[in-house]
């Protein structure tokens, strides 16, 4: 049996990933206000707090741990100084530094076991084409994510620890809607080649695979999944 810790399992890509996971027969703990384990990450204490929990909850042991949780909110840069470096380091702490708290907990605990584990990080098609003008700090979070799983994956695949990311577009969650809507949703889509937005149960079937399935070999891979809307 695989335990998997899934973090932002209430909605959106969490909740179809949750909904996958659990088909193929993993035990999965979530992190959510809808489901599974609150946990504010805003909160600096909240990582450490729910890793604990997690790991009390599967008995002391984890196997594989999918960073999920994120937000995505306007910073215009014509805030004054104080509100917009704020919204920038809330937005860090949240997207990037839990996810960086949790991943290293991983590393420790499968490191103290000698038994190898799995990490995917939820990052973005913004890691690669940047995003609006209003979200300078969103891609910066997740760039940095995706910088982090590199390194991570270089760094101790000699101790069997593997680390992979995916990068989605649009994705056809609350936030995402919200957004299309505030710039103009059709102009956007005629980006997508596809002509369309992923679904989230689309981003969850890869993330089980890069979860349970994914050749060791695959270890620092970045997948897209974005409708040809950005390719490298």
């Not at 704020?86 to 420790?108: F, G, S």
Request: glycine residues 10%; proline residues 4%; negative net charge.
């Amino acid at each position: 049996m695989t335990n998997i810790l899934l973090t932002g399992s209430s909605r959106g890509i969490g909740a179809a990933t949750l909904t996958v996971l659990e088909k193929a027969g993993a035990t999965v703990i979530g992190q959510g206000t809808a489901s599974g384990i609150p946990a504010d990450f805003a909160d600096p204490a909240a990582p450490r707090a729910l890793w604990d929990a997690a790991f009390a909850a599967h008995g002391g042991r984890i196997d594989v741990l999918i960073n999920n949780a994120g937000v995505f909110e306007a910073n215009p840069i014509a805030r004054d100084d104080a509100t917009w470096v704020a919204e920038w380091e809330r937005t860090m702490r949240i997207n990037l530094t839990a996810a960086a708290e949790l991943c290293r907990l991983a590393v420790l605990h499968w490191q103290d076991r000698a038994s190898g584990g799995r990490i995917v990080n939820i990052a973005s098609r913004a890691a690669y084409r940047g995003d609006s003008p209003q979200h300078w700090h969103y891609a910066a979070s997740k760039a940095g994510m995706v910088a982090m799983t590199k390194s991570i994956a270089r760094g101790y695949a000699k101790d069997g620890i593997l680390a992979f990311a995916i990068c989605p577009g649009f994705t056809m969650t609350g936030m995402a809607e919200e957004y299309l809507e505030s710039r103009g949703g059709d102009t956007l889509l005629a980006d997508i080649p596809l002509g369309r937005v992923a679904m989230p149960e689309e981003v969850a079937e890869v993330v089980r695979f890069l979860a349970l399935d994914a050749p060791p070999s695959m270890t620092g891979a970045v997948l897209d999944v974005n409708g040809a809307s950005y390719v490298r």
